[in-house]
């Protein structure tokens, strides 16, 4: 533990001291050439709450509409596999389609076993996040244990996901999240504007390429759930309505992310580059321990809905996916759960792990692979002319449809995969050598002894 606070707290001194740097140098700038600093603040430097408004807000939307996109893609590929299998006079009555179906079924086994190891990887991974956000959040508003101890604690809580049996049975969860998520994301909002500035904050946002880009992959997880659009469509009575539906709850998304993390960023600024947790910078209060444990429960059912694909795979593999038994499939499912376990208490570093997921698994699971195999399921003539689903009304031609297909694979493939993973995997591994791997309890506060010290 203090070699850990220690090295936290060398990691803050060094950040401080390269912005005072860097402050110095704008100074410098501003004294030496005074007949363009006006036209280089109004272009270049731009530093105010206002900047990181806009670049907040037009980050997220950009890759929202992407994701969007994206997502529509996924339903258009999901329709055409099931309504060829329909013809085929095919069932899936006891059968849970999945994506790595619908690839095997419209492009072959390559693109199955593509998508299943990028699917697979990027669920587990997203399952091994909640897990540590579980822990990290309790943590604020109970540190008699540590971290390491809580994700004991919750990945045994978590591993209760195994009785629920399918999408259909997560009506009245899907519910609860969303209204817990609605109430913390305006909790953090208000809390932020009634907390005002912190003494001496700054807005200078991310000063290196690294932390921009691990910032910009965490947005692109952000927007990157749709990895269970094949489960939760087959879930629907009208799975074709599935494409408006999460444009509206993308829009909603906005309503919550935008405020809260700009109002966030104007409280405390420069802080967030080192504090994982924006929990950890808001005073305690009753108002913090409702958001807290709403987040909680919110976690336990996001838990629930990227290990239930895993589930399902797992069940498809030792062939127990046609069980009626709830107590049998649940049996089934336990090994999936303690890998999950494992490689949260490994890495239990909450930030860096959400940048690298996106960076490296979400970039292909739920934009590049979705992109390239709506291009090749429809490159043929005869492909476009039995779509079961043809091009949105607005981009009505195929050729703007490949058109924003091809941006959005080589967006991704160069920003999010290339600079996002570089950024992502530089920072991930600063932190394994900073706290190692088993961190007991990774940015923790330091004690009262330790500070006086």
């Known amino acids: 533990m203090p070699g850990e606070k220690q090295a936290e707290e060398a990691i803050v001194e060094s950040f401080n001291e390269s912005t005072e740097n860097e402050e110095k140098e704008v100074e410098l700038e501003e004294k030496g050439d005074h007949s363009i ?28 509409v992407l994701g969007s996109w994206t997502a529509y893609l996924i339903s258009v590929l999901y329709v055409e596999y099931r309504s060829r299998k329909e013809k085929e006079n095919v069932s899936f009555k006891n059968h849970v389609i999945q994506w790595f179906e619908v690839l095997d079924g419209l492009l072959g086994p390559y693109w199955k076993a593509i998508g299943l190891a990028f699917n697979c990887t990027f669920l587990l991974f997203g399952s091994v996040i909640q897990l540590i956000a579980c822990a990290s959040n309790i943590y604020y508003i109970n540190d008699k244990l ?20 399918s999408f259909h049975n997560y009506r009245i969860w899907s519910f609860l999240g969303l209204a817990m998520t609605t109430y913390t994301a305006w909790y953090l909002t208000i809390a932020s504007l009634v907390h005002g500035q912190a003494e001496g904050v700054t807005h200078q946002g991310p000063t290196k390429l690294v932390l921009y880009f ?8 952000t927007f990157g759930g ?11 009575w009208k799975p074709q309505k599935f494409k408006s539906i999460y444009l509206l709850a993308t829009l909603y998304v906005f309503t919550l992310t935008i405020p809260s993390a700009t109002s966030v960023y104007w409280a405390f600024g420069d802080q967030l580059l080192d504090h994982s947790n924006a ?21 336990f059912i996001t838990f629930g809905f990227a290990c239930t694909p895993l589930y399902f795979v797992w069940e498809k593999v030792v062939g127990m996916h046609d069980t009626k038994s709830i107590c049998l499939r649940a049996v089934c499912r336990l090994p999936v759960v303690i890998p999950i376990w494992f490689l949260a208490i490994i890495f239990p570093f909450f930030g860096p792990i959400n940048s690298a997921v996106g960076s490296l698994l979400v970039s292909f699971t739920v934009y590049i692979i979705p992109a390239l195999a709506h291009m090749f399921t429809y490159k043929s003539a005869s492909a476009r002319k039995n779509a079961a689903e043809k091009p949105p009304f607005f981009l009505p031609s195929w050729t703007a449809v490949y058109a924003l297909n091809t941006f959005t694979v080589i967006w991704v493939l160069v920003i999010g995969f290339g600079l996002g993973g570089w950024a992502s995997m530089a920072n991930f591994i600063k ?23």
């Not at 691990?214 to 997880?221: K, M, Q, R, V």
Request: net charge neutral.
């Open 146 to 165: 540590d971290k390491r101890t809580w994700t004991y604690i919750f990945g045994a809580c978590c591993a209760t996901t195994v009785f629920i049996p």
């Open 214 to 221: 691990t910032g910009a992959t965490n947005i692109l997880y």
């Open 226 to 236: 749709h990895a269970v659009t094949v489960e939760i469509m087959h879930a629907m």
């Open 431 to 453: 932190q394994v050598d900073t706290f190692g791997l088993f961190a007991k309890c990774y940015q923790c506060p330091p004690s009262p002894s330790s500070v006086h010290h």
């Open 279 to 299: 929990f950890s910078l808001l005073p305690h209060s009753a108002w913090l321990d409702a958001a807290v444990i709403l987040m909680l429960i919110h976690q």
């Open 37 to 64: 600093f006006s036209v280089k603040s109004l272009l270049w430097h731009g530093g105010s709450v206002y900047d990181a408004w806009f670049s907040c807000a037009s980050n997220q939307i950009f890759y929202g």
